[in-house]
């Protein structure tokens, strides 16, 4: 079963627009959530994360919204740049200490950003 | 500071053979931790080092194992491989020991079974 799912396989946006990538997570015992930027070939670049206390998390163009209720998070990018092109992941992990650093990886989302 | 490093970056193997990779997390980060990454699973969980005891386990058979050593650096081995075990094996360290530490990722090892 799929904890964390990315519905959208791709997105194509117009560059200085707004993206929006989504993320739907089931298990509610995940608290801490984090999306990572790949580029094939390469490891996941983190970019933001959110903790489950939080419902909003900004870093310069990247902002993370979390609804807990509804389960579910999304990445605005704003503007969005051609260089942001790319497969974005959600990740999601529980933030106990006896956890552990098991992060649990949605499918992926392509974005591509057109000129 | 250095980032995660990962060797080697691309090998090739045949079936029934093992193989080992290794990664040297970012210098102070204790936690390793194991992904794999395939076209048809996405990005999977194997398990996880901290101070050289493994602390969670994915959902992999016996054939995936690893060690963690006192200076934090961490290998996995594959035995008797199969063709299906082609993938990209990336590492990621962490600062923290808990679920809330962001993971930094390796440029992985592109593993292909011939």
């Known amino acids: 079963d799929q904890q964390v799912k990315q519905n959208s396989p791709s997105l194509s946006v117009q560059e200085g627009r707004i993206s929006i990538l989504n993320c739907d997570y089931t298990n509610s015992m995940f608290d801490y959530f984090l999306w990572y930027k790949k580029y094939p070939a390469e490891g996941p670049t983190f970019l933001i994360s959110i903790s489950s206390i939080k419902d909003k998390n900004e870093d310069g163009r990247f902002t993370v919204f979390l609804n807990k209720s509804a389960k579910h998070l999304s990445l605005h990018i704003v503007p969005s740049q051609p260089g942001d092109s790319a497969v974005y992941f959600c990740?999601?992990?529980?933030?106990?200490?006896?956890?552990?650093?098991?992060?649990?990886f949605g499918g992926g989302t392509r974005l591509m950003v057109k000129p | 500071k250095a980032g995660v490093t990962q060797t080697p970056r691309y090998l090739i193997k045949t079936r029934g053979q093992q193989v080992t990779l290794s990664c040297s997390p970012i210098?102070?980060?204790?936690?390793v931790s194991w992904y794999q990454q395939t076209p048809g699973q996405g990005l999977q969980f194997l398990f996880e080092y901290f101070s050289e005891t493994q602390r969670n386990k994915g959902n992999f058979p016996g054939r995936f194992s690893g060690r963690q050593f006192s200076n934090s650096r961490s290998e996995m081995n594959v035995s008797t491989l199969e063709l299906g075990d082609s993938a990209l094996y990336l590492c990621?360290?962490?600062?923290?020991?808990?679920?809330?530490?962001?993971?930094?990722f390796g440029p992985g090892t592109r593993l292909t079974v011939l």
């Open positions: 210098s102070g980060h204790r936690s």
């Open positions: 990740a999601a992990s529980r933030s106990l200490n006896n956890a552990g650093n098991m992060l649990t």
């Open positions: 990621a360290s962490s600062l923290l020991a808990g679920g809330a530490g962001t993971q930094y």
